[in-house]
């Protein structure tokens, strides 16, 4: 396989998509960060760990090098990017969700989750960053 259609020209790819997925590669060193910071913290339930452990792995995906995958396992590395998006922003939302069961537990009002709004919107964000640096023809 040519090794042009691996790696997209990046004159090709629009700037707006190349600064996204900059921003998904700072995404997920912070992911990075924060689930390392967790673990170090030695967390004391299960979902702790949990979500810990899946921030790690979905930093680490985040981070992979996609326009390097051959085109025979593109549908299968998207389609598991697709994947992982979705079920971090289900973990999100159960943090969230548990976040405010406790602080009911205490008499607590909690505010607007923004950190875990800003952490969504630019891990779903990444899908179709991901497909359109891939692919920047489906822009037009």
Do not use: C
């Not at 259609?5 to 990075?32: E, M, S």
């Not at 299960?46 to 995958?69: C, D, Q, R, S, W």
């Not at 922003?89 to 008499?107: D, N, P």
Request: aromatic letters at 12%; a neutral charge; charged letters at 10%.
């Amino acid at each position: 396989m040519p090794s042009d259609q691996l790696n997209p020209n990046p004159t090709t790819v629009p700037q707006g998509v190349r600064i996204a997925r900059g921003a998904g590669h700072l995404l997920g060193l912070a992911l990075l960060g924060i689930g390392i910071a967790q673990l170090i913290k030695n967390p004391s339930g299960f979902f702790e760990h949990l979500h810990a452990v899946y921030f790690i792995a979905y930093g680490l995906i985040l981070n992979a090098p996609f326009t390097k995958v051959p085109e025979k396992y593109w549908k299968w590395v998207y389609g598991g990017l697709v994947l992982t998006s979705a079920a971090f922003v289900f973990l999100m939302i159960a943090s969230v969700m548990f976040a405010y069961m406790v602080a009911a537990e205490q008499g607590e009002r909690l505010g607007v989750p923004g950190f875990e709004g800003m952490l969504i919107f630019f891990a779903l964000m990444q899908v179709p960053v991901v497909l359109f640096q891939r692919k920047p023809d489906l822009l037009d």
